[in-house]
C-alpha cells in the first residue's frame, strides 16, 4: 500500500510503526557496527546513537511505497511523548550532484505523498568530508516534539 494513503495523524501511530519492516540489506559490508544493526555511514551510527541516548524506539531502513516506488528512510523513529513515529533522512553525500539530485527527487515524492518535512521527516544533510553536527540534529528532534506536544494540547482545548 502507498505510504500516501496512509499519512494522516493515524498514519503516523505505535500500531503502524510495529508493522514497518526494516531493509534486510546484504550488501552493506564496509558499514558501522552497533547493536543489531549495520550502518551506511558513521553519521548514521551517531544519529542512532542520540536516538538511544534520548530514549527513542527506532527502525533502520524501513521499507515503505511512495508514489508506487520502495523507498527506505533512514529512520522511523517512535516518540511516546507525542504518540507517533517520524522519519529521519540523512544525505551524506550532499556534494555529490548525482546523489543530491536522486535526494532532491525522493524529498519532492515524499512532499507529494504528504510526509512534511519537519513534521513527518527531518532531514540532516553533509557536505564533503565535513563535519556531522548532532546538535542541529537534536535541535529539529527537540523542535518537533515541542511544536507537535504543543499543537496537540493546543487541539485538546478547543
Known sequence: ???ASQSTPSGYSYERWLSLKEVED???????AHGRHLF???????????LEELKLEYKYEVIITVDGKRRWPDFAVYCPEIDRFFFIEHLGRMDDR???????????AYEKASIRN???????????????NL?????KLLGLVVAQSYSLTRNARY
Open 1 to 3: 500500500m502507498d505510504f
Open 26 to 32: 546484504k550488501t552493506i559490508t564496509n558499514g558501522y
Open 40 to 50: 551506511r555511514s558513521k553519521s548514521e551510527l551517531l544519529i542512532a546513537q542520540l
Open 98 to 108: 548525482s546523489y543530491r539530485s536522486d535526494n532532491l527527487e525522493k524529498m519532492e
Open 118 to 132: 519537519g513534521i513527518d521527516i527531518i532531514y540532516t544533510t553533509e557536505f564533503g568530508e565535513g563535519f556531522f
Open 135 to 139: 546538535d542541529s540534529l537534536y535541535g
